[in-house]
């Protein structure tokens, strides 16, 4: 199975930072890589898709890069709305996908 | 408005079983493949099952294989997950999502829309 590392596991940030998530796949897996924002007790919302694509009506200070087995996730500028844990998720093993073990950001 | 309502969930004694549903709306359920993510409290996300929009092909994590089965009714836009012989460490909530494929050369994967969840107990 391809195993998915988010660093860091969590993280301190204030309004107004930018803010970097990375993620790394034990394997290649191309830009078949998707984050998801996740706030406690609400279900799991899609951000990025192929690495890089932003997902519609996700706000454009969210984007994604990378591709092969290292990947990143960047706030541009830290929301109040912004605070929740952050996942990545391979889609390049065929129906046998895995996250990333998630990324807390706080304040 | 596209609606994905999970149900079923509860708590069952180890070995018991249940029978979880997610309720579609919004959407032509029919074509579209459907997965089962959960979450065990305080954990992370673990990907469970995938289904294909007819229904015939299905794919299950390994650490369900053989216990849990991945079903659908496309007439009455549901899809289903039977779980049997639970274990303590199937505790979670489960959530259905929907799967959307990128329509480019390439093409890419992802679950752009989830339901609430449902909450599974197992314990004596």
């Known amino acids: 199975d391809i195993q998915m590392t988010q660093s860091p596991s969590s993280l301190s940030a204030s309004i107004g930072d930018r803010v970097t998530i990375t993620c790394r796949a034990s394997?290649?897996?191309?830009?078949?890589l998707n984050w998801y924002q996740q706030k406690p007790g609400k279900a799991p919302t899609l951000l990025i898709y192929a690495a890089s694509s932003l997902q519609s009506g996700v706000p454009s200070r969210f984007s994604g890069s990378g591709s092969g087995t290292d990947f990143t996730l960047t706030i541009s500028s830290l929301q109040p709305e912004d605070f929740a844990t952050y996942y990545c998720q391979q889609s390049y093993s065929t129906q046998t996908w895995t996250f990333g073990q998630g990324t807390k950001v706080e304040i | 408005e596209v609606h994905l309502v999970e149900s079923g969930g509860g708590l069952v004694q180890p070995g018991g079983s249940l029978r979880l549903s997610c309720a579609a709306s919004g959407f032509t359920f029919s074509s579209f493949e459907m997965n089962w993510v959960r979450q065990a409290p305080g954990k992370g996300l673990e990907w469970i099952s995938y289904?294909?929009?007819?229904?015939?092909?299905?794919f299950y994590a390994d650490f369900v294989k053989g216990r849990f089965t991945v079903s659908r009714d496309n007439a009455k836009s549901s899809l289903f997950l039977q779980m049997n012989n639970l274990r303590a460490e199937d505790t979670a909530v489960y959530y259905c999502?929907?799967?959307?494929?990128?329509?480019?050369?390439?093409?890419?994967?992802?679950?752009?829309?989830w339901g609430k969840g449902t909450t599974v107990t197992v314990s004596s």
């Open positions: 289904i294909s929009s007819t229904g015939n092909t299905v």
């Open positions: 394997q290649s897996i191309s830009s078949y």
């Open positions: 999502a929907r799967e959307r494929t990128t329509m480019k050369e390439v093409s890419y994967y992802y679950m752009d829309v």
